[in-house]
């Protein structure tokens, strides 16, 4: 298929935050008394907001959830997020061709709030790649793995989504982009925080790889 546009996921395909922002929860967790590893923590929480699994958290500890705590964490992973965060391996030259191959339409299309997200894109300079097509699922009625923000992604590039692919590493985004009706790439490298090829393939990845370099290739783009 000739793609229109490449919506991009955030978290685990553009930047690797996943450890950073669990590591912070599963200290925060482990306050009030949910103890687990940053792998265990991981398993729990990647792919989702950590505002659509309050009940969870709530269960786990007994603690009534607030907006301070909440407020408490988002500082402590932006704080650990400019201090730490790296970008995915190969992803300046993948983004930068796909960028010129679709003249500019592209978007990064997240599950995160948009702070977090612009914050990240700045920090590891992908930010002029994606200035003023950055989407949130926090800012839209349903976050992934409803298809929402990657409808709203493609309704600003003006393109069907049908004709959009959309890159993601999770078994939650890969579920949001085929709901959207776009063709999925998962991303899968190996290690805590990415799921499994298999787990990809199964809610409807139409192809999955392993190393960013491969992207512009498999999207039509010369690398």
């Not at 990647?46 to 301070?68: L, P």
């Not at 097509?133 to 992934?144: A, C, I, N, T, Y």
């Amino acid at each position: 298929m000739n793609f229109e546009a490449v919506l991009f996921d955030c978290d685990g395909v553009l930047v690797d935050s996943e450890p950073l922002t669990n590591g912070v929860l599963r200290d925060m967790l482990g306050e009030l008394g949910w103890v687990m590893t940053v792998e265990q923590c991981m398993a729990q929480f990647v792919g989702k907001a950590v505002m659509d699994e309050v009940g969870t958290i709530e269960a786990r500890t007994g603690f009534k959830m607030t907006e301070a705590w909440m407020a408490t964490f988002r500082q402590r992973r932006n704080d650990a997020l400019v201090a730490q965060l790296q970008a995915i391996p190969n992803i300046h030259a993948a983004v930068k061709a796909v960028h010129a191959h679709f003249s500019g339409r592209i978007a990064c299309a997240s599950g995160a709030d948009r702070h977090k997200v612009e914050l990240q894109l700045e920090k590891v300079g992908l930010m002029p790649f994606f200035e003023g097509r950055v989407f949130s699922g926090h800012e839209m009625p349903r976050s992934k793995p409803a298809p929402d923000v990657y409808l709203a992604a493609a309704a600003a590039l003006g393109v069907d989504p049908r004709r959009c692919a959309v890159v993601e590493d999770t078994v939650t985004g890969v579920t949001a982009g085929v709901a959207a009706g776009a063709t999925v790439f998962g991303y899968s490298p190996g290690g805590p925080g990415h799921s499994t090829v298999e787990s990809l393939m199964a809610v409807g990845a139409a192809q999955v790889f392993t190393d960013m370099a491969q992207l512009p290739a498999l999207l039509g783009a010369p690398a």
